[in-house]
Nanobody, 120 residues
Framework: QVQLVESGGRLVQAGGSLRLSCVAS????????MRWFRRAPGKEREFVAA????????YTGDSVKGRFTISRDNVENTVYLQMNSLKPEDTAVYYC?????????????WGQGTQVTVSS
C-alpha cells in the first residue's frame, strides 16, 4: 500500500520561508505526478503546485506564483514545496497528492497533511 507522508509545516512569521516535504513509500510503485494542495479554515481546498515526475515540468497556482516552487527527488521519491515570502493568507493545512501506479492500477494517494501557520 502506497503511503504519502508530509512534513515541514510549522509556525513562521510573515515574510519567512518554509520547505515542505512529501515522501512516497510502500512496495513497488511508479510516480506519474505529484501535487500540493492546501485548505485554509473555512475555505475550499486550493491547488498549489504540480510536477510531472518523468519530465520535471511544473505548474504553479496563481495565488503562489513567484513565491512557491515545487521540486522532486526521484531517487528518494520525495516532492518538495519551497515557500518564500510567506503571507498570513498562506496559513492552511498543506496536502500532497500523488498519481501513482502500483501493480496494474493507477490511483491517487493523499498524505495526512501538515499545518503551516503564518503570523503577521
Amino acid at each position: 500500500q502506497v503511503q504519502l507522508v508530509e512534513s515541514g509545516g510549522r509556525l513562521v512569521q510573515a515574510g519567512g520561508s518554509l520547505r515542505l516535504s512529501c515522501v512516497a513509500s510502500g512496495g513497488t510503485f511508479s510516480i506519474y505526478a505529484m501535487r500540493w494542495f492546501r485548505r485554509a479554515p473555512g475555505k475550499e481546498r486550493e491547488f498549489v503546485a504540480a510536477i510531472n515526475w518523468s519530465t520535471g515540468s511544473t505548474y504553479t497556482g496563481d495565488s503562489v506564483k513567484g513565491r512557491f516552487t515545487i521540486s522532486r527527488d526521484n531517487v528518494e521519491n520525495t516532492v518538495y514545496l519551497q515557500m518564500n515570502s510567506l503571507k498570513p493568507e498562506d496559513t492552511a493545512v498543506y496536502y500532497c497528492r500523488g498519481q501513482v501506479r502500483a501493480g496494474v492500477s493507477v490511483s491517487d494517494y493523499w498524505g495526512q497533511g501538515t499545518q503551516v501557520t503564518v503570523s503577521s
